[in-house]
C-alpha cells in the first residue's frame, strides 16, 4: 500500500471516514498507477527469482537465493516500496519496514497470504515521490466525493449533463508522474 487511512485523512484534513477510505485506497492506486504506467522502480534493483516466498503472518518476504543485504542490492532499506510482480497472491506494492539477511518484513499496515516458493517473482526496489502520495490522497478524496465533481456541463431544458471522460479526471491529479512509454 502506498498511502494510508492516516496519511489520507491528515493530507485532507478530514475523519470519520476510515472505512470508507480504506475501501477506496487500493482502487485508487491501482488506477494512478496504472494511468502514470510508473512504478517508481529504483535503477538496477531488481530480485527474479524461484526461491522467494510470503509469511501472512510474520508479513515477511524471504528470497532462498539472494541476500537483500548483498552488495548488489545494498540499497533495499526500511522505508522504501518494493513492488512485487508475477506472484500467484502477492502482487502489489509494499512498504519496507526492515531488512535483515534474506529476510524483508513489510508495514504493519501491509496485507501478504502466505505463498511458497516456485514462482519466478520479480521484486523491484520502488522509490514513491511524496508529491505522488500527495495526488493520490486527492484522487482519493475526489473518489471519496463521489462523481458529483466530475461534472463538466449541464442543461437545464430538457436535463442533459456531460462528464468528462475519466482520462482527463487521471490527469488532473497525475499527469506529473506519467511516463511514456517507447515502441
Do not use: W
Not at 515521490?129 to 478524496?141: E, N, R, T
Request: net charge negative; glycine share 8%; charged share 20%.
Amino acid at each position: 500500500m502506498i498511502i494510508t487511512v492516516d496519511e489520507v485523512n491528515s493530507i485532507l484534513q478530514i475523519s470519520g471516514k476510515d472505512d470508507a477510505i480504506s475501501d477506496i485506497i487500493p482502487f485508487a492506486e491501482s488506477h494512478g498507477m496504472d494511468y502514470c504506467k510508473n512504478y517508481f522502480h529504483v535503477e538496477d534493483q531488481t530480485i527474479e527469482g524461484t526461491g522467494i516466498s510470503f509469511s501472512a503472518v510474520d508479513k515477511k518476504i524471504t528470497n532462498e537465493n539472494q541476500n537483500f543485504l548483498s552488495e548488489d542490492s545494498y540499497y533495499y532499506q526500511a522505508g522504501l516500496y518494493i513492488h512485487v510482480q508475477n506472484s500467484v497472491l502477492n502482487d502489489g506494492i509494499f512498504l519496507i519496514k526492515s531488512v535483515s539477511g534474506n529476510e524483508l518484513v513489510v508495514d504493519d499496515n501491509e496485507t501478504l497470504s502466505d505463498e511458497d516458493v516456485g514462482a519466478l517473482i520479480t521484486l523491484d526496489l520502488a522509490k514513491i515521490p511524496k508529491g505522488f502520495k500527495m495526488a493520490l490522497a486527492k484522487y482519493v478524496g475526489f473518489l471519496l466525493r463521489g462523481m458529483s465533481s466530475d461534472l463538466q456541463s449541464e442543461s437545464i431544458g430538457d436535463y442533459s449533463y456531460q462528464l468528462k471522460p475519466s482520462e482527463n479526471i487521471l490527469s488532473q491529479y497525475f499527469s506529473g508522474y506519467r511516463k511514456i512509454g517507447v515502441i
